[in-house]
């Protein structure tokens, strides 16, 4: 069983920037693909980020450049640094985890395990 739990959501104006965190319980952490996705009110659930074991890291043309995934096997935690945020970056940001073999990074089928969300708010 995998656990995650999100972190540092919150208001900021733009131009701000957040840090969210998310902790994961098992064992397998250090394996799989971790992701962050969003989803604002009326919208679908959106790709952001996501990163392999490796480090290799991919993301949504929308945030590169301003969005940085990280991880740290150790601690069991991915991170999303998010700077010049922007009034449409506004939405709950889940972290979902996916198995090592996943090829589509992106897709959120591809995710097994999903936290609760962190709602980020970005002021105009």
């Known amino acids: 069983q995998v656990q995650l739990v999100e972190s540092g959501g919150g208001l900021v104006q733009a131009g701000g920037s957040l840090r969210l965190s998310c902790a994961v319980s098992?064992?397998?952490?250090?394996?799989?693909?971790m992701g962050w996705f969003r989803q604002a009110p009326g919208q679908e659930r959106e790709f952001v980020a996501a990163i392999r074991w490796n480090g290799n890291s991919d993301y949504a043309d929308s945030v590169k450049g301003r969005f940085t995934i990280a991880r740290d096997n150790a601690r069991n935690t991915v991170y999303l640094q998010m700077n010049s945020l922007k009034p449409e970056d506004t939405a709950v940001y889940y972290c979902?985890?996916?198995?090592?073999?996943?090829?589509?990074?992106?897709?959120?089928?591809?995710?097994?395990?999903w936290g609760q969300g962190t709602q980020v708010t970005v002021s105009s």
């Open positions: 098992g064992r397998t952490f250090s394996s799989r693909i």
């Open positions: 979902a985890a996916a198995p090592s073999w996943t090829s589509s990074s992106s897709n959120p089928v591809s995710y097994d395990y």
